[in-house]
């Protein structure tokens, strides 16, 4: 079986296109069905049209509420028979009301090594100014299953990222998608595809 997935993402798209890339090589056992923003110029929506994967945008401030949000997010995601969920940096919390109606089906990559850095307030650059502010010589990046505590869920894998001297959040952020995010993240979603 071919599991269908669904990709949620806010801006980039870095992870998509490596998700997108590793289809048919390191991802075998699903298919990117969907991929759906919460921004509506998001570049990774430019990324699911070039790839010809079908793309919706749910804006949380037209509907007025979280609940509204989650609600219209479920309705797509169900409506499409969506068995795997991929946060690939999508850059807003959900609340227990969405997490429980996909237990173990929603993974997530994290830009650290969980549970350093994680949690409400660390995404994006934040979580690598924190890594530096610290001192840190070692970060890298986490795939886990996504539950109502923020970063909490199962940790699926993980991959260390060295710190070098002179690195700025910019650097260090493209370190580690590099070395570890882009690759960690397909390999991850074939392993939870692959035991549906
Ligand atoms: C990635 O580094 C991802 O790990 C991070 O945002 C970036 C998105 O880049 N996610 C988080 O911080 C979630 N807490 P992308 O849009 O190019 O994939």
């Known amino acids: 079986m071919s599991a269908r997935i669904a990709v949620l993402v806010s801006g980039g798209g870095t992870n998509l296109q490596a998700l997108i890339n590793a289809q048919g090589s390191v991802l075998k056992s699903g298919k990117i069905e969907l991929v759906v923003s919460n921004v509506p110029d998001a570049y990774a929506l430019e ?3 070039k790839a010809g994967i079908a793309t919706e945008v749910v804006v949380k401030k037209e509907l007025g509420s979280q609940a509204a949000f989650e609600e219209k997010l479920m309705e797509i995601l169900d409506g499409n028979r969506i068995d795997i969920i991929i946060l690939a940096g999508f ?8 997490t429980a109606h996909y237990p173990k089906r929603i993974l997530n ?63 260090l952020q493209k370190r580690v998608m590099e070395e570890a995010e882009w690759i960690l993240l397909p390999q991850a979603a074939e392993k939870v595809c692959a035991q549906l």
């Open 109 to 171: 990559v994290h830009p650290s090594l969980i549970p350093a850095f994680c949690g409400e307030g660390f995404y994006g650059l934040r979580v690598h100014q924190a890594a530096l502010d610290y001192g840190v010589k070692v970060t890298g990046a986490t795939v886990h299953f996504v539950n109502e505590i923020p970063d909490g869920g199962e940790i699926i894998a993980q991959k260390a990222v060295e710190i070098l001297p002179g690195d700025t959040p910019e650097i």
């Open 47 to 49: 990324r699911a049209k």
């Open 91 to 98: 850059m807003t919390i959900l609340t227990e009301k969405f």
